[in-house]
């Protein structure tokens, strides 16, 4: 399988002599690696994806985008209709498969038709019911950009002489009755109590807890988790609070210590076990296949349902949407 | 399928302007003008949801999507058909 490995170029992986050490983490990188670590392998190293539709991904990056051209828009001082046309045609630009043709979901929930409703219902909602009034306010940066789809990037520790860093990219930052909280939208089937307990304890809401702190040296409350129901006729929405005490991101940032050291293990070995308990996660890994087949048939089977499409942190997505 | 080779599955019965922005390719032939009839359309289709959803609270039940289907002109429909088995 080594003829897979796909990091070269990868901005987070730097290191000469142990070319599978990632030493910039992001939180989905860090949530693959905790989920198995054949399956890091695979979809980070290797950057292995199926050729399975992705609706759901889809659906929410196109949806990411248009919140994001919204508040930027209206922080511009454009009124809400003006912004909400420009969002809307952000997101429809973004709804795209691979060869850039407009993406044709098989879920009806997550449809073209689908994301317009969202995007417009959504902004609508939080308009009629507060958006101009909102008490979660987005925090103005210093160069006057709203802090939406904002990237970041810290140096967090250093092992046997290596230097490593975390990063991620904020939804949104927000101010909410005098604490500063990051915020960010989440699609799903439903909403409801579950829906947000799954949010503490959480690899992404920590790690973003976390990075809010050491960037903007403030005190990060907890996160504010914007839920948008995806039915096939309707959309629903619903604000969640998650606060995570800083104890909590104090133990979340010595585990991230310990996990890094269990990468570089794997890293220098260049074994990566499986971790069957996981396989049946999440509607079923997309790399189950290639466990389940024999070593000497993983190649062919790789090429004919898997594409390679690194996944690299280092690329700063604001800077990528905006340029 | 449209002319553009696209074809995006809309709620039967939706009226015929927006039929035909919705036959044309949204990446390439969309005007602002044609958003803003798809927003126009899609408040609607809102407004008659808020009123169901508030008719259902009062009945105690959670709301359902009768009122979004009905501007779509299909009132045919089963609540297994609208994929509400998580409400």
């Not at chain 1, 098989?106 to 073209?112: A, E, L, V």
């Not at chain 1, 189950?288 to 594409?307: A, G, T, W």
Request: hydrophobic fraction near 35%; charge should be negative; include cysteine.
């Amino acid at each position: 399988m080594r003829e897979l490995i796909a990091t070269s170029g990868n901005g987070s992986f730097k290191h000469s002599e142990l070319p599978l050490l990632q030493t910039l983490w992001d939180s989905t990188s860090l949530g693959t690696l905790k989920e198995c670590p054949m399956k890091y392998f695979l979809q980070i190293i290797c950057g292995l994806q199926s050729k399975a539709p992705k609706d759901a991904l889809v659906f929410g990056i196109a949806f990411h985008k248009a919140m994001q051209i919204y508040h930027y828009r209206r922080a511009a001082g454009a009124k809400h209709d003006d912004a909400l046309e420009g969002a809307l045609n952000a997101g429809i630009q973004e709804f795209r498969d691979p060869e850039g043709n407009l993406y044709l979901a098989q879920k009806k929930d997550r449809n073209f038709y689908s994301l317009c409703r969202a995007i417009v219902w959504h902004l609508d909602h939080f308009n009629d019911q507060g958006f101009k009034d909102d008490p979660a306010r987005t925090v103005i940066l210093d160069n006057g950009k709203p802090a939406a789809e904002l990237s970041f990037r810290f140096y967090f520790v250093t092992l046997d002489g290596i230097d490593f860093f975390l990063c991620g990219h904020f939804d949104h930052l927000v101010e909410f009755n005098g604490q500063n909280f990051v915020k960010d939208y989440k699609t799903s089937s439903s909403l409801g109590q579950n829906f947000f307990d799954q949010f503490f304890p959480d690899n992404q809401m920590s790690l973003y807890i976390l990075g809010g702190q050491v960037v903007y040296k403030k005190r990060i409350a907890g996160a504010i988790v914007d839920g948008v129901q995806c039915a096939v006729h309707f959309n629903r929405f619903q604000r969640g609070f998650i606060q995570m005490p800083q104890e909590s991101i104090n133990e979340f940032a010595e585990d991230t210590e310990m996990w890094i050291r269990i990468a570089k293990v794997y890293a220098e070995t260049g074994h990566y076990p499986k971790n069957e308990k996981s396989c049946d996660k999440y509607g079923g890994c997309p790399y189950r296949e290639i466990c389940r087949s024999p070593d000497s048939m993983r190649l062919n089977l790789i090429k004919s349902h898997y594409v390679t499409k690194i996944w690299d942190p280092s690329i700063d997505r604001e800077e990528e949407h905006t340029a | 399928m449209s002319e553009t080779g696209v074809t995006v599955d809309l709620p039967e019965g939706i009226d015929d302007s927006l039929n035909e922005i919705f036959s044309r390719d949204p990446l390439h032939s969309w005007s602002a003008e044609d958003r803003i009839r798809v927003i126009q359309h899609l408040r609607e289709t809102r407004k008659i949801f808020a009123r169901e959803d508030q008719v259902a609270k009062n009945k105690g039940k959670r709301a359902n999507a009768k009122g979004a289907i009905k501007s779509g002109g299909n009132k045919n429909l089963t609540l297994d058909d609208l994929g509400l088995g998580d409400l």
